[in-house]
T-cell receptor, first 117, second 110 residues
Framework: DTGVSQDPRHKITKRGQNVTFRCDPI?????LYWYRQTLGQGPEFLTY????????KSRLLSDRFSAERPKGSFSTLEIQRTEQGDSAMYLCASSLGGTASRWYGYTFGSGTRLTVV | TQLLEQSPQFLSIQEGENLTVYCNSSSVFSSLQWYRQEPGEGPVLLVTVVTGGEVKKLKRLTFQFGDARKDSSLHITAAQPGDTGLYLC??????????FGKGTHLIIQP
């Protein structure tokens, strides 16, 4: 297992288009998180899955954002009708469950850099 | 959601110097994590502190957790250019996700 993989690394899209990002977590990790990071800021929590269940989605930025983890393995984050303000780095992370995440932390992918023109 | 304040926001020093960066909150941390992030990459966990007054060392990095568990510091001895990066503190987790501070941008000049 080579860690958390995200695809693509970079995406340039025109305003109004839909985009989808993929995240493949560490196989032993049952928890998966999506974050957004804008320039000069720390990562901002968006949503959380435990296995295939999306247990927190109220922090998604608008109803244009949605995420899935259909079989409890990989996850996708979709942004519909992109806006220039959506330009950011989108990070995926995975972790073990319970108190293990407290000690071993989250393992982050390298992120997808989205630019909306 | 717990708010984490990090200071300084930016720090640029010469190789070989020592430095300290800080993470503070108005409420008690159950635990605190420090991450380091390089440009174009995701954050990487450095350490987790849990017990008030705890001190952990990672080579030239020393992490302290305040007695009241409301603050933490990261001290780097004899900084090297490879220490350059964004240092983030984070707390929380589970369904609420980790909450991150805005980070300290550290540049070590050769």
């Amino acid at each position: 297992d080579t860690g958390v993989s995200q695809d693509p690394r970079h995406k340039i899209t025109k305003r109004g288009q839909n985009v989808t990002f993929r995240c493949d977590p560490i196989s032993e990790h049952n928890r998966l998180y999506w974050y957004r990071q804008t320039l000069g800021q720390g990562p901002e929590f968006l949503t959380y899955f435990q296995n295939e269940a999306q247990l927190e989605k109220s922090r998604l930025l608008s109803d244009r954002f949605s995420a899935e983890r259909p079989k409890g393995s990989f996850s996708t984050l979709e942004i519909q009708r992109t806006e220039q303000g959506d330009s950011a780095m989108y990070l995926c992370a995975s972790s073990l469950g319970g108190t293990a995440s407290r000690w071993y932390g989250y393992t982050f992918g390298s992120g997808t850099r989205l630019t909306v023109v | 959601t717990q708010l984490l304040e990090q200071s300084p926001q930016f720090l640029s020093i010469q190789e070989g110097e020592n430095l300290t960066v800080y993470c503070n909150s108005s409420s008690v941390f159950s635990s605190l994590q420090w991450y380091r992030q390089e440009p174009g990459e995701g954050p990487v966990l450095l350490v987790t502190v849990v017990t008030g007054g705890e001190v952990k060392k990672l080579k030239r990095l020393t992490f302290q957790f305040g007695d009241a568990r409301k603050d933490s510091s990261l001290h780097i001895t004899a900084a090297q250019p490879g220490d350059t990066g964004l240092y983030l503190c984070a707390s929380g987790g589970g369904a609420d996700g980790l909450t991150f501070g805005k980070g300290t941008h550290l540049i070590i000049q050769p």
